[in-house]
């Protein structure tokens, strides 16, 4: 990741410096013209990469439409965790568009994004939600149907690693939501049983894209612990090839999105950064978002999608959890629950 961000680092300084010496910067003293082209980048994780794609063409022309200026957008992505470390340690974002709020309190507490980016925007900053699902292969040979079935002897299990991935956060928590109701809250029984799950983890990738590739093109495991989204255009990409399950118990999945006030205030581009992110919760991008299979935030048009998700799924939300910052420290801090269980990570 360190090799990663320093490419991606020097890739964007000198894209930077290239807009600059093109013209296309802020207007300069002395009269020189407002800019007409715009250059942002989006920090954002593993399977957002379709999506955006798609979103930024509809926002560039969109934006040109309403100001004249033209936008450009580059994107970064990895590992959700990975992502909120590379910005907070210099990677030249102007916005994140992460997988968790936490990971944004991550770039804010190195100071670069403004307390009460939350309220900043509709939903507490989250404009789509997702939630976790199950992705066996084809005819499902491994009879998963739920939660209990991933710790059962034999079955290969993917899933990514929540010190870098906020998809594998979410994963870990849906869970652990499960054996808690099926345990009776016994602390004992529920960390024995996700050590049983944790046990039968093949790989633990980077991120869930990651995840993903072991699973679909390396042919690992007999069920990958996925992003509903992440699922959904597995099964468009390969027809036929897998199943998606959907547990008893999952999680609302709250996907969080914030300006980077440090870098934008610098580069000039909180404007176009701002509109960037409120764009989101248009019709137009809210359908978008469900095209590409994350749930909008709009219940409107989510209810118009009734065919694509499942509505009737039952999740628990973090707020069960006590929110992310008692998650955190709960669970995934160095010495947390996580590492209680997957005793074999220092060897992985």
């Known amino acids: 990741m360190e090799h990663l961000t320093k490419a991606l680092t020097g890739a964007l300084v000198l894209m930077t410096l290239a807009t600059g010496l093109s013209g296309c910067g802020p207007a300069q003293s002395g009269g020189a013209p407002e800019a007409t082209t715009r250059t942002i980048t989006n920090a954002s994780y593993d399977p957002t990469r379709e999506f955006y794609a798609a979103y930024n063409a509809l926002f560039a ?55 009460g980016w939350e309220g900043e925007l509709p939903r507490d900053s989250a404009p789509y939600t997702s939630t976790i699902v199950l992705l066996t292969r084809a005819g499902n040979p491994k009879g998963i149907r739920d939660w209990g079935d991933l710790a059962r002897e034999g079955v290969g299990v993917i899933t990514p690693n929540p010190k870098t991935s906020g998809g594998a956060r979410w994963n870990f928590l849906a869970a652990w939501a499960w054996a808690e109701a099926q345990f009776g809250g016994d602390e004992r029984q529920i960390e024995a049983f996700m050590k049983r799950l944790y046990d039968n983890v093949l790989v633990l990738d980077a991120g869930a894209r990651g995840s993903t590739t072991s699973f679909v093109e390396n042919g690992q495991g007999d069920v990958l612990i996925a992003w509903e989204n992440e699922a959904h255009l597995t099964l468009k990409q390969h027809p ?4 998606m399950v959907s547990p008893s118990v999952s999680i609302l999945c709250q996907p969080a999105v914030a300006v980077v006030d440090g870098v934008a205030r610098s580069r000039g581009s909180a404007a176009v950064a701002k509109a960037y992110l409120e764009y989101l919760y248009s019709d137009e991008a809210q359908r978008l978002a469900a095209e590409h299979f ?4 709009d219940e409107a048009i989510l209810a118009a999608y009734k065919d694509k998700f499942d509505l009737n799924l039952q999740m628990t939300t973090i707020a069960h959890f006590g929110g992310w910052q008692a998650a955190q420290a709960r669970f995934f801090v160095d010495g947390g629950a996580f590492d209680r269980i997957y005793e074999r990570q220092a060897g992985a």
């Open 61 to 115: 022309g969109h934006y040109e439409r309403e100001t004249g200026v033209t936008v450009e957008v580059t994107q970064s992505h990895g590992g959700s965790g990975s992502q909120a470390l590379a910005v907070a340690q210099g990677l030249p974002a102007d916005v994140v568009t992460l997988a968790l709020a936490d990971d944004i309190a991550q770039v804010e507490r190195a100071g670069l994004i403004d307390p």
């Open 240 to 243: 036929g090839a897998y199943e």
């Open 294 to 297: 994350y749930r909008p935030s």
